[in-house]
Every structure is written in C-alpha cells, then in structure tokens.
C-alpha cells in the first residue's frame, strides 16, 4: 500500500470522485452539478503539471528498487495516468467542457425541420436512430447528426494536442503490440464479416455490399429481427433469474432505469462512493443490445464494490483500463450463450438470430481495432485530415460500411482506450475458458464460480491485465479472442 504522496493522493481521489459524479450525471440525462473547469480549479494539485511530476519521480524511484515493490509500482502507474488525463483537462478546460457537454445541446436540424421545431441535442437523436425501420429516415438523420458534430472538431484537435502535451509531461508511451492486436483482430474476423456479416447486413437492413453505410451497421447491432424477443421491461428480470442462480449479490450497486429525454441509450456505472456505493444507469430499450450494455456495466459496478473500504485510493479509483473492459465483456458474453438466454432471458432464437447478436461481439471488436489504428495515425500526425481519412478507411475495413465525414474525429482517443478493449475483451475470452474447465459450460450458473469471480473483483484496480493472464497461466494474447468471436458465429 502507498504512504508517499499523501496529499497528492487525496486530492486525486477527490478529484476522481467529482468527475465520476459528472460523467453519471451526464449518461443518466441530470443537470450538471459542477463543470470541468470547477472541479479543476477545486483540485489544483491533481491538475497541476506539479502533481504530475510527483508521481513521475516517485514511480521512477519505486521502478529503481531492490527489491522491487509490484503493489507499490502499479499504484503508481495508475495514479500517474489518471494524473496525465486530468493535465490535459487542465491545459484546454473550455474545449474540455465543450466535448463534455456536447451530446445534450441543441445541435441537430432534423431533416424537414423549417425552423418550427428548433434544433433537438445529439443523445436525442442516437437514441431513436438505430431502431429506425426506414433505410431512407436513418440516413437522413444520420447526415444531419454529422453535421451538427462537425463543427467541434476544433476542439477536438485542441483536446487531442493537450492530451499530447500531458502524455509528454507524465513519460506516457504509446503501448506496445497495439497495432499488431488490430491488425490481428481485423485480419483473423475478415472471412466471418465477409461471409456470414456481409449477408446479416443484407437480410436486417437492405444494404448490398458496397452501399452500407454507419446507420445500417447500427440498425443490425441495436435492432436486429430478433429484438422483440428482448422486451425492455425484461431486461433487470433477467439479470436478477442468474443472479439468484449465481448466488450473486450487486450490495452497493444503484441502478437508475428512469427514462429522461437526455438520457444516454444502454448502461453506464460509475463510482460515486466505492466500495460502498456505484450508481449505474441504464435506458431500457427493446433488443439484446440493450441487455448486453446493462450486463457489461453490472462487471464494472461489480469491479468497484468489490474491494475491501480500506482499500488504497488507488485500487477504487483507478486501475488498468482493460480490467474492466475484461470485467465489462465477461458478462456482456452472456447474451452470447444459448442456454443462458433460455434459462436468464427465457428466449429461444433461431441459429440465424443467434448469428446476428454474434457478428454484432465480431464488429464491436473491428470497430475497437479501427479505432486504434486511427488514433495511432492521429499520434503521428495530429488529429486531422489525415487522421479522418485513416479512420474513414478502416471503418470501412472494420465493417464494410461507410462513415460520414463529419463523424470521422469523433471516436478517436489519444488514450488508446480501443486497445484497452481489446486487451480487455480477450483476457475476458481466456476468463471464459477457465471457467469452463473448471466449473462446465454453464459456468454462469455454477454458484462455486461466484468464488472464482468475488476473486477478481475484490481487488479493484490492483492487479494489471498482464497479471492476471500469468495466474491464468499464459501471456498476453489477441488470439483467444479471434478464436472465440468466430466460434460464436459458426
């Protein structure tokens, strides 16, 4: 456990907290209760190129030990990156606040508007567009949605260029093996995209080959023929039938299900006091999307709750990001298994409906690999038309369809946070097999597994994604994830 940097610490922690507070507010369509620029200034230690400093000197003395401390090191590591993040939120507040608050503002001119009915906000758009039945209605809205996004990405660029200075000031490098993760997602998926995607496209939206385009790829992963056997009160009664049977228990978890028109659509969970209490919110919503987003967010709410309360800042508050990618898609895959749907969700698919919610775990992972690649081009030339263009390109690698122009900046992150995904959705993959060896197939209703998953959520953000593969036996690997994606889809 740390004892350096006590107050750098503290106030770090606090600062977490508040940011934490204003992102579950944000998804859960609430008021502000404080912008970026205040939190900043309520916690100028954590924010300050002074703080980041701190860190960097205490994790290079601490990486120059002999013995080496693993605890101490990682503590820091995490400490350092959140540090490195809040920097760049300090060096442009204001296009900071601009992104933040971007999806609630009255942005978009719907398409026929005249001018009666006012300018409605971004969250209210995506929401409804990807169960839009008409190819036509979508694709207009969807013009209308890039072209309201457009126009930020000034402060896009601005963002991207802090991030670069603070990555710069904290030593942060671009990890490695993350192009070769992509390019082995992408390469390893492209026969079951080619081959089974291409043709579930077709079938659920009408797009040929060639002619799709971002709202056709939406429209099959949030509203696939099958969503109708997903109703949106189902959702939370589902997950409570394999909870019991899991002996499981979400103490501390708040869910919020309340419908707001600001409400962000699927399942976002926040620490707002952990481990005592996360508040996640959820939007019902007809479809497995929406119940694979609620499952995904109980494994980070359940990451959170599970160390102990005297638990360093460290391990409630920050962590490898690709833990809790690993914890979100372990239980995301549950809408992936045959008998779990029958047993949890009591729905029973035709072998074409279980394809499609498979090749919509197949694009997600694409996507996540586009994004990477992207962003790694935007770290070598800024984030700007060439970036665009990089990303442009692999979407339509990524998914056969085209992106609009004026979404192409959006996505990208100069935290790499697609290759954590990666990262995170594999060691979920090996997590899976495991379970299976040890406890069957139907792992998920085995209460002794309950042990073996209260084993890694109990310590939060301790433990590295490296580390726990090597407990797994093994080393960091892409391929148990390609292999299971096209598993699934057989």
């Not at 089974?196 to 060639?210: D, V, Y």
């Not at 995301?332 to 498979?358: H, N, Q, S």
Request: charged residues 25%; hydrophobic residues 45%; proline residues 7%.
């Amino acid at each position: 456990m740390l004892r350096e940097l006590p107050e750098l610490r503290e106030d770090a922690a606090a600062l977490a907290s508040g940011l934490c507070r204003e992102r579950y507010r944000r998804a859960a369509g609430l008021p502000a209760l404080q912008s970026l620029r205040e939190l900043l200034r309520a916690h100028k230690l954590a924010a300050s190129a002074e703080g980041t400093a701190q860190a960097r000197e205490a994790l290079s003395n601490a990486e120059g030990e002999d013995p080496r401390r693993p605890g101490r090191i990682v503590r820091l590591r995490w400490l350092l990156a959140f540090l490195a993040r809040t920097r760049a939120l300090a060096l442009e507040p204001g296009a900071a606040q601009e992104l933040f608050a971007l999806a609630q503002r009255p942005l978009v001119r719907p398409p026929g508007d005249a001018g009666l009915h006012g300018a409605i906000p971004p969250v209210a758009l995506e929401r409804n567009l990807p169960a839009e039945r008409a190819r036509e209605k979508r694709a207009e809205l969807e013009a209308a949605l890039a072209a309201a996004l457009q126009p930020a990405d000034g402060a896009r660029s601005a963002s991207w260029d802090a991030a670069m200075t603070a990555r710069s000031e904290a030593g942060l490098r671009v990890p490695d093996g993350a192009a070769e993760w992509s390019e082995k997602v992408l390469g390893g998926t492209d026969a079951v995209l080619s081959d089974l995607g291409f043709w579930l496209l077709e079938r659920h939206t009408g797009a040929k080959p060639g002619s799709a385009a971002r709202h056709d790829v939406l429209h099959l992963l949030h509203a696939p023929r099958c969503a109708g056997a997903f109703p949106a009160g189902e959702m939370q009664r589902a997950v409570r039938r394999w909870a019991e049977m899991l002996r499981l228990e979400f103490e501390g978890v708040k869910i919020d299900d309340e419908d707001r028109p600001l409400k962000h659509p699927g399942a976002h969970a926040e620490p707002i006091d952990p481990p005592w209490e996360v508040a996640l919110t959820f939007l019902p919503q007809e479809g497995p999307w929406a119940l694979s987003r609620l499952l995904a967010a109980l494994g980070i709410a359940l990451l959170r709750t599970g160390p102990p309360p005297d638990a360093p800042p460290e391990d409630l508050w920050f962590g490898d990001p690709a833990v809790a990618h690993a914890c979100a898609a372990l239980l995301e895959g549950l809408v992936r298994d045959r008998e779990w749907l029958r047993r949890c969700a009591k729905v029973e698919l035709a072998r074409d409906d279980e394809r499609a919610i498979a090749i919509a775990a197949v694009i997600d992972a694409r996507l996540a690999a586009a994004r990477t690649l992207a962003a790694l081009q935007a770290h070598e030339s800024g984030l700007g038309s060439k970036a665009a263009a990089a990303h442009r390109d692999l979407f339509v690698r990524a998914t056969g369809a085209e992106l609009p122009a004026g979404l192409a900046l959006c996505d990208l992150d100069p935290w790499l946070g697609g290759f954590a995904e990666l990262q995170g959705r594999a060691l979920a993959a090996r997590i899976v097999a495991f379970l299976r060896e040890r406890y069957d197939e139907d792992w998920w209703r085995n209460p002794r597994t309950a042990a073996s998953l209260n084993g890694l959520w109990a310590r939060g953000g301790r433990p590295t994604c490296a580390e726990l593969w090597t407990e797994l036996g093994g080393e960091p690997a892409v391929d148990p994830l390609v292999f299971d994606l096209s598993q699934g889809c057989r």
